[in-house]
T-cell receptor
Framework: GAGVSQSPSNKVTEKGKDVELRCDPI?????LYWYRQSLGQGLEFLIY????????KSGLPSDRFSAERTGGSVSTLTIQRTQQEDSAVYLC??????????????FGPGTRLLVL | KQEVTQIPAALSVPEGENLVLNCSFT??????LQWFRQDPGKGLTSLLL?????REQTSGRLNASLDKSSGRSTLYIAASQPGDSATYLC??????????FGSGTRLQVQP
């Protein structure tokens, strides 16, 4: 079946502009995650959605970052007033919540963001 | 705060060689440990998931072990092939379900 998809695959923007990144999880997966992969920083957790529960936003680096998940499916990560240090690959993952710690996360191909 | 370290950072081996990648973590209160593979410009592919109650998992030429008490895991790749060339990432899951990743080992298998 279809995997996790993300769009756009690449995004170049100017400093100070807002950007929106989209994630389509695997159908039926109730959990959705956003991660960021930066040069020299590795992969870091940003935010986690599980069903109708309040999201875990503990990884968001600043209040310029926000995310929503509509209808328990598609998610959008928004970065306002982008800075050059926001340049990174933004990865989305989803998983079926069949039991804590028993199921892996399935990753999308990522969106490469470059802030000039 | 959980920290995950991977050694070596890079590794180059001739085809056919057996190899071991190492991962260590600072907090042993984990739910599971996972090994992923990342190809250039691609997302992550899950290779093996070891739950905290397990000691090892095997898939084909891959074998991963977990020693939770010492905070260590190894990924063993048997009879390496050029197609194994990729970055291998170790990640641990704690109670909040978000994964904490190591910085990865970049593997190059020479034909």
């Amino acid at each position: 079946g279809a995997g996790v998809s993300q769009s756009p695959s690449n995004k170049v923007t100017e400093k100070g502009k807002d950007v929106e990144l989209r994630c389509d999880p695997i159908s039926g997966h109730t959990a959705l995650y956003w991660y960021r992969q930066s040069l020299g920083q590795g992969l870091e957790f940003l935010i986690y959605f599980q069903g109708n529960s309040a999201p875990d936003k503990s990884g968001l680096p600043s209040d310029r970052f926000s995310a929503e998940r509509t209808g328990g499916s598609v998610s959008t990560l928004t970065i306002q007033r982008t800075q050059q240090e926001d340049s990174a690959v933004y990865l989305c993952a989803s998983s079926p919540e069949v039991g804590l710690a028993k199921e892996t996360q399935y990753f999308g191909p990522g969106t490469r963001l470059l802030v000039l | 705060k959980q920290e995950v370290t991977q050694i070596p950072a890079a590794l180059s081996v001739p085809e056919g060689e057996n190899l071991v990648l190492n991962c260590s973590f600072t907090d042993s209160a984990i739910y599971n440990l996972q090994w992923f593979r990342q190809d250039p410009g691609k997302g992550l592919t899950s290779l093996l998931l070891i739950q905290s109650s397990q000691r090892e998992q095997t898939s084909g030429r891959l074998n991963a072990s977990l020693d939770k008490s010492s905070g260590r895991s190894t990924l063993y790749i048997a009879a390496s092939q050029p197609g194994d060339s990729a970055t291998y990432l170790c990640a641990v899951e704690t109670g909040r379900r978000a994964l904490t990743f190591g910085s990865g080992t970049r593997l190059q298998v020479q034909p």
